[in-house]
C-alpha cells in the first residue's frame, strides 16, 4: 500500500510539552488513516516507553482506539548517553537493532553493541512486568499498529519496536512522531506502511530541543495512564 501520511507543519514549534504535541500528531494521524481509508479498520497505538507514552496516549484518544506501552532500551554509545547506536525492544524474544553509521562514528563494533544490549535486558522485562502485571498484550494480528515516539534521533528505537510490531502479525505499521531528522523519516518510510512527522528542522541535535518543557517520564507516570486505561474497560 502507498506510504501514509507524510511531513506536516505542526502550528505550534516548539512544542509546549509532549501532551501538546500528541494532540497535534494525534489529528494529524487522524487526517492520513482518513486519506487511506483506514479510519474505519481495527487500530492499536502502540507508545514507546518512556516518553512516547504522554504522546501515544493523546494519539490513542484521537483515533478512539486502545493503546499500550511498547518498551524500548536504547543503547548509547560510549560517554554519549543520549545518544543510541542500537537499541532492544520487548518482544518475544527482544529484538536488537544497530545503528550501523553510528556506530562507525562513535568507533564501537557490533559485538560490543551486542554485549551493551544484553545488559539492557534484565531492565526491559523489569518494565514489562511494572508497565503489565499479569495483563495479555494486545492482539495486533490483521491491524493497523501505529508506533508512537515523542520524537526519533537516530531511529534505532523505533526501528526495534517495528520488527517487535511486525512479528505480532499487524498488518500495517504507522510510524507517528512530531520531530524527526527528514533522512530519518526517509529511511523508515522505506520499511513501515507510512509516517506522520509534524516536523523535520535541519538542525535536529537532540529531541528534548523542540520542546519547551521535556522532563523525563518517570515508571509511575506510565503505570497510571495505563491503569487508568484498565479501569475503563466493561
Not at 65 to 92: F, T
Request: with cysteine; charged share 20%; glycine share 8%.
Amino acid at each position: 500500500m502507498p506510504a501514509v501520511g507524510g511531513t506536516m507543519a505542526a502550528m505550534q514549534f516548539p512544542f509546549s510539552d509532549r501532551e501538546a504535541a500528541g494532540r497535534l500528531l494525534g489529528e494529524a494521524v487522524v487526517q492520513a488513516l482518513r486519506q487511506q481509508r483506514l479510519e474505519k479498520q481495527p487500530t492499536v497505538v502502540l507508545a514507546l516507553t518512556r516518553g512516547g507514552v504522554p504522546v501515544g496516549v493523546q494519539v490513542a484518544r484521537a483515533l478512539g482506539c486502545p493503546w499500550e506501552p511498547l518498551v524500548v532500551r536504547k543503547v548509547a554509545a560510549p560517554l554519549q548517553s543520549e545518544l543510541a547506536v542500537g537499541a532492544v525492544a520487548d518482544g518475544d524474544p527482544p529484538v536488537t537493532v544497530m545503528d550501523r553509521q553510528t556506530m562507525t562514528m562513535c568507533g564501537v563494533d557490533e559485538a560490543w553493541v551486542q554485549a551493551h544490549a544484553q545488559e539492557q535486558i534484565p531492565e526491559l522485562l523489569r518494565r514489562r512486568k511494572l508497565f503489565f502485571g499479569e495483563r495479555p498484550r494486545l492482539s495486533l494480528r490483521g491491524k493497523t499498529a501505529v508506533v508512537v515516539d515523542d520524537g526519533i534521533a537516530t531511529g534505532a528505537t523505533v526501528r526495534a519496536a517495528v520488527q517487535v510490531v511486525r512479528a505480532r502479525q499487524a498488518a500495517r505499521v504507522v510510524v507517528a512522531t512530531p520531530v524527526a531528522p527528514a533522512g530519518v523519516v526517509s529511511v523508515l518510510r522505506a520499511m513501515v506502511d507510512g509516517v506522520v512527522c509534524l516536523r523535520t528542522p535541519e538542525n535536529f541535535a537532540a529531541v528534548g530541543w523542540h520542546y519547551v518543557r521535556f522532563p523525563q517520564v518517570q515508571d509511575d507516570e506510565v503505570c497510571a495512564a495505563f491503569k487508568t486505561v484498565a479501569e475503563a474497560l466493561p
